[in-house]
C-alpha cells in the first residue's frame, strides 16, 4: 500500500508529519565514553592478594622472593663499624630518659630507695610521717562506717620529674609514685588506676604516632614498674600477685624486697626461693637482662649473678654514717653495726641500680618499646577493628614489582574498558531506541492519515457513486419532467 | 669507693647504646645514579674494599637499552664484628638515550616507592619484621667535563634532593686538572644554588659543647663538595714498599686514598666512617616523614586519633609503555564511536527518506480526494 505512493516531491505539504523532521541529532560527547577521571583508587595492593581470616590475628610473612644476599668479612679498614660509636656521640647529645614507676604500701621506704638510688633528694624525706599520721586517723575508724567506705584512701598518682648529670650525660627521670597502693582495707581491682595510667600513657604515643606530623613524639611510657614487697619473710601476698598479673605484660617489672635489713641472710634467700615459685606457678613474666655476643666472660658472670638476685633484697639510705674502720658510707647505724647500701655483701641494692641505670636502662626502654608496646598496640588496634594486611611485608624485587604493577595497570585498563562499554552501550541502546520509537511513530502517524484519508476517500466515492445514481435517475425520470413541462409548455 | 658512691652510673648510659647498636647491626641502602661508564661500580667496590659487584662486561657490549631499570645487590658485610646490611641500587639505562627526558623518573619512584612499602607496613597492627630499603644516600655521578652541568643532571638532581639525602660526586676526576677540577667544583656549586638544589652536608653539632674536631672535620668536607673521585680495584707499590688502591699512568700513579689526588677519603668519611648514622636519622626524620605527611595529608584524617590515617592507594609508576596501551583503548572506543554515529547518520537518513515516500503517498491518497470532492461538488451542483 505504500510502496505505491513514489516519491516525487520533497517539501511536505502536510502540516500533520512536521513532527517527524525533529530527529534529535547524535552528540559526540554523548556518545563518548572516554572519561580521564577514570581511576584506580580502589584498586590497590591489597586487592590483588586476598587473605586468609587468620592472617589477620598476627604477622604472616608472605613468600619471600628468591634474593642472593652477598655474605663477606671485611680484613681493611672500611670504616662502617664506627656505626655504633656514633650512635654513642648522638646518643649524649640527644640525652637520656626514664620514667619509672613505684608502687607498694606505706611505710616501705620507697621515697628513701629512690633518692638513693638516684643520689638526689626527689623526695622531702622529712615531712612524710607527718601526712602518714593524718591518713592513718582516717583509716583508724574515726569516722562513721559508711562514711568509711566513700573515704577510703584512694590511689593518687603523682609524677616527680628531676634531671641528672654526670660526666655530660643527662638523664630525664620521672618517677610516676602510685601513693595508696595496698592501704585500704578492701583493695580488690586497686590495680585499676595503675593499669589505666600504663594504658593512657602508651595511648598517648599510639596517638602521637599516628598524626600527620610527628617529628617529636615525647616517650611518656613507663619503662619500669618497681614494686615492693613487704618484708614479710613468708610469701607474696594474693595482692602482690593480683598485680603482677595486671601489669606484668604492659612494663617491665622489678620486685624487691623492701626494707631487707629485717630479714637474716638465710631468711631473705628462703624468702626469695618462694617468690620465686609463686612468681613461675603465676606464670609472672619478668624483665630478663640480655646477653651480648661481644661480652666478655666477667660481665656475663655478673648479668648472672644479677640475674640471680632477682628479687632484690634492698636498703635505701641516704644518710652518711662511719664505719668502725674509719670509712664514711651510705648506710644505716644499727647497735649490732652497720648496713652499708653500696656493699654488695649487705644489700642487693647495687645490683638493682645495675639493672635499672648503669647496665640496662637503654634494654628496659627497648623492651617497653619494641615488645610491651607494641603488644598493647596490635591489641589495640585490632579491637578497633584495623585489619591486617601482610602483604605489604615483602622484599623488594624489581621483577615482582613490575609484575604487580602489570597486574595494576592492567586492572585500570579493565576498569577503563568496562566503563567506557558500559556508557557506549547504553548510549547507542537509547540512540537505537529513540530512532526505532522515531520509525515506529512515522508509520504510525503515516497509518492513522492513510486511514482517515481512504475512509474520506471511501465515503466520497461512496457519495459520489450516489449523486451520479442519482443523477442517472433524475435523467430516467426526465421524459416525464419534460413531457410534464412540455405539457406546461 | 666514695667516688663510685656518688655516681649513679649515668655516665655508663652512651655505652649501653653502643652495645646494643653493636649487636643488633645495621643496615645501610646506598643508591648509585648516573649515566653507564662513569665508574659507579668500581666505586662500590673500592669503597667496601671487596668486590660487591663484577663490572658488567655483557650489558656494556649489549646494545642500549631503552628504559631505566633498577638493579638492587645485597650484601652483609662484617667489619671488626660489626654488621651491616648493604644494599647498593643501581640505575642501569639512566641518561643513556637519545631522549632521556622523563628518564629520572623511574628512581624518583623507586624512592617514593620505598618509602610508601615502609609507611604502608608501619601501620600494620602486627608489625615485628619490617622491610626497610629507603634510600639513605644517592651518589650522583657528574661525567667530568669541565664545564657544567648538564640540564638532565640539574633536573634529576633537583627531583632526588626533595626526597633523600643528594650527594653529588665528579666521576673520573683524573682526567681534570687540578685547575680544571677546582673551576668545574666552583661552577657546579654556583649551578647547585642557583637552582635551590639541596644537597646533603654534615650537620654541625648544635649541641653546647661541640667538639672542635668533629667540627673542622665537617667543615673541611662541606667545602671539598661535590667530591672529586676515582676509583680502583687494582693494587700498585706507591714505591715505599705499601700496596694501595690505584690507577697506574705512563705518567704517575693516581693513588685513591690519596687527599691531594682526589676527595675519596672525604666522601667515605661522609658515606661511613663519621656521617652514616646521620644519613640514616635524616632519611627517617626529613625524608621519609615529609614523605608520609604528604601521603597522609591528602588521604584526610580519621576521627579517632588512635586509629593511623589511611594511606591512599599506592600510585602507579609512569610507565610510558602503560600511558601508550591507555591511549590505545581510548582510540580503539572513539572509533567505535564514530563508526556508530555513521550508522546512525545513515539511519537518520533512512527515516528521512522513508517520511518523504510516505509524506507523498499521502499527498497522492489527499489529491484523490481533493479530486473526488470536486467531482461529487460538481455532481451536487448538476443535480440541483
Known amino acids: 500500500m505504500l510502496a505505491s505512493g513514489s516519491p516525487e516531491e520533497v517539501a511536505p505539504s502536510n502540516t500533520e508529519t512536521k513532527e517527524l523532521e525533529s530527529t534529535p541529532k547524535v552528540k559526540q560527547e554523548e556518545l563518548s565514553p572516554v572519561n580521564d577521571e577514570v581511576s584506580i583508587s580502589n584498586g590497590n595492593g591489597a586487592d590483588l592478594h586476598q587473605e586468609t581470616p587468620q592472617s589477620n590475628e598476627r604477622q604472616v610473612l608472605p613468600d619471600q622472593p628468591d634474593l642472593k644476599v652477598i655474605q663477606r668479612k671485611i680484613t681493611g679498614y672500611v670504616g662502617f663499624a664506627n656505626l655504633p660509636k656514633q650512635w654513642h656521640r648522638r ?34 624525706l622529712s615531712e612524710r ?62 590495680w585499676n588506676p595503675i593499669v589505666d595510667e600504663i594504658n593512657s600513657r602508651f595511648d598517648q604515643y ?16 613507663i619503662h619500669a614498674c618497681l614494686y615492693f614487697i613487704e618484708p614479710t619473710g613468708h610469701c607474696l601476698s594474693p595482692l602482690d600477685i593480683e598485680f603482677f598479673r595486671a601489669v606484668h605484660e604492659k612494663c617491665n617489672l622489678i620486685p624487691v624486697i623492701a626494707k631487707s635489713d629485717i630479714l637474716t641472710d638465710e631468711e631473705i634467700e628462703k624468702f626469695k626461693v618462694t617468690i ?17 655476643l661481644i661480652d666478655d666472660e666477667e660481665t656475663t658472670n655478673r648479668s648472672d649473678k644479677l640475674h640471680s638476685k632477682i628479687p632484690f633484697a634492698v636498703v635505701g639510705s641516704t644518710s652518711d654514717v662511719s664505719t668502725p674502720d674509719g670509712r664514711v658510707v651510705r648506710g644505716r647505724a644499727y647497735p649490732w653495726g652497720i648496713i652499708e647500701v653500696d656493699n654488695e655483701a649487705h644489700s642487693d641494692f647495687v645490683y638493682l641500680r645495675d639493672l635499672l641505670v648503669r647496665q640496662y636502662l637503654e634494654e628496659l626502654r627497648e623492651r617497653t618499646s619494641n615488645i610491651l608496646y607494641e603488644n598493647y598496640r596490635s591489641e589495640k588496634l585490632k579491637n578497633l577493628g584495623i585489619k591486617q594486611d601482610n602483604s605489604v611485608f ?49 508509520f504510525a502517524r503515516h497509518k492513522e492519515m492513510k486511514d482517515k484519508l481512504t475512509k474520506q476517500l471511501k465515503a466520497l466515492e461512496d457519495k459520489k457513486h450516489q449523486l451520479e445514481m442519482s443523477l442517472v435517475n433524475q435523467s430516467a425520470n426526465s421524459p416525464v419532467q419534460t413531457k410534464k413541462k412540455g405539457f406546461l409548455r | 669507693m666514695t667516688s663510685d658512691r656518688a655516681l649513679v652510673g649515668i655516665s655508663n648510659l652512651p655505652n649501653q647504646r653502643y652495645k646494643i ?81 622523563k628518564s629520572w623518573q623511574t628512581i624518583i619512584d623507586f624512592i617514593d616507592d620505598q618509602h610508601d612499602s615502609y609507611m604502608r607496613q608501619e601501620q600494620q597492627p602486627f608489625r615485628t619484621v619490617k622491610f626497610d630499603l629507603r634510600v639513605h644516600a644517592v651518589l650522583y655521578f657528574i661525567r667530568p667535563t669541565g664545564h657544567g652541568l648538564k640540564p638532565l643532571d640539574i633536573e634529576t638532581m633537583k627531583r632526588i634532593s626533595s626526597r633523600a639525602n643528594l650527594i653529588p660526586v665528579i666521576a673520573k676526576s683524573d682526567t681534570l686538572t687540578a685547575q680544571e677540577l677546582q673551576d668545574f667544583k666552583i661552577r657546579i656549586r654556583q649551578v647547585i644554588e642557583a637552582q635551590e638544589i639541596r644537597i646533603f652536608t654534615p650537620p654541625l653539632d648544635d649541641s653546647s659543647s661541640p667538639d672542635p674536631a668533629l667540627m673542622e672535620h665537617a667543615r673541611q668536607l662541606i667545602e671539598s663538595m661535590p667530591f672529586a673521585i676515582i676509583g680502583s680495584e687494582e693494587k700498585y707499590d706507591n ?19 690519596n687527599d691531594s689526588h682526589c676527595d675519596f677519603r672525604k666522601l667515605r668519611s661522609l658515606l661511613l666512617r663519621t656521617n652514616l648514622l646521620d644519613l640514616i636519622l635524616s632519611t627517617q626524620k626529613l625524608h621519609y616523614e615529609a614523605y608520609r ?13 588512635s586509629l593511623p590515617t589511611r594511606a591512599p592507594a599506592r600510585k602507579l609508576s609512569h610507565n610510558p609503555q602503560f600511558k601508550e596501551e591507555e591511549n590505545a583503548l581510548k582510540k580503539y572506543f572513539t572509533d567505535q564511536v564514530k563508526a556508530e554515529e555513521q550508522r546512525f547518520r545513515q539511519w537518520e537518513q533512512n527515516i528521512v527518506n522513508e517520511r518523504i515516500r510516505l509524506n507523498s503517498d499521502l499527498e497522492e491518497v489527499q489529491a484523490k480526494v481533493k479530486k473526488l470532492e470536486e467531482q461529487v461538488r460538481t455532481l451536487q451542483l448538476r443535480r440541483h
Open chain 2, 293 to 305: 605527611k604528604l601521603r597522609l595529608e591528602g588521604a584526610g584524617s580519621t576521627e579517632d586519633p
Open chain 2, 21 to 101: 647498636v653493636s649487636s643488633n647491626g645495621g643496615t645501610f641502602t646506598l643508591m648509585v645514579c648516573g649515566e653507564s661508564g662513569l665508574g659507579k661500580t668500581t666505586f662500590i667496590n673500592t669503597l667496601f674494599q671487596t668486590t660487591l659487584k663484577h663490572v658488567d662486561s655483557q650489558r656494556r657490549n649489549q646494545p642500549i637499552k631503552k628504559t631505566v631499570e633498577i638493579d638492587v645487590l645485597r650484601a652483609v658485610l662484617e667489619e671488626k664484628n660489626f654488621s651491616l646490611r648493604v644494599n647498593v641500587v643501581d640505575t642501569p639505562g639512566f641518561g643513556d638515550n637519545v631522549n632521556n627526558n
Open chain 1, 91 to 124: 646518643s649524649i647529645r640527644n640525652g637520656f630518659n626514664l620514667n619509672l614507676l613505684c608502687v607498694g604500701q606505706k611505710g616501705l621506704g620507697k621515697s628513701t630507695l629512690i633518692n638513693t638510688l638516684f643520689n638526689k633528694d626527689l623526695y622531702d
Open chain 1, 129 to 190: 610521717p607527718v601526712t602518714e599520721m593524718a591518713d592513718l586517723k582516717l583509716e583508724d575508724g574515726v569516722n562513721p562506717p559508711e562514711q568509711l567506705e566513700e573515704e577510703q584512701p584512694t590511689i593518687k598518682i603523682e609524677t616527680v620529674s628531676t634531671e641528672i648529670e654526670e660526666n655530660g650525660v643527662r638523664l630525664t627521670l620521672n618517677v610516676v609514685d602510685a601513693q595508696g597502693f595496698g592501704d585500704a582495707i578492701d583493695n580488690t581491682d586497686s
Open chain 1, 394 to 442: 615483602r622484599e623488594f624485587d624489581p621483577d615482582l614489582r613490575q609484575k604487580e604493577e602489570k597486574q595494576l595497570h592492567e586492572a585500570k585498563l579493565a576498569k577503563l574498558e568496562a566503563e567506557m562499554k558500559a556508557v557506549f552501550q547504553q548510549k547507542v541502546n537509547e540512540k537505537e531506541k529513540k530512532l526505532q520509537k522515531s520509525e515506529a511513530e512515522l
Open chain 1, 276 to 292: 620465686k615459685d609463686q612468681l613461675n606457678e603465676a606464670e609472672i613474666k619478668l624483665f630478663e637482662p640480655p646477653k651480648y
Open chain 1, 206 to 221: 599510639l596517638d602521637a604516632e599516628n598524626k600527620i606530623e610527628r617529628t617529636v613524639i615525647t616517650d611518656n611510657r
Open chain 2, 239 to 257: 714505591g715505599q714498599g705499601q700496596m694501595i688502591a690505584a690507577r697506574k699512568y705512563p705518567w704517575g700513579l693516581v693513588e685513591v686514598e
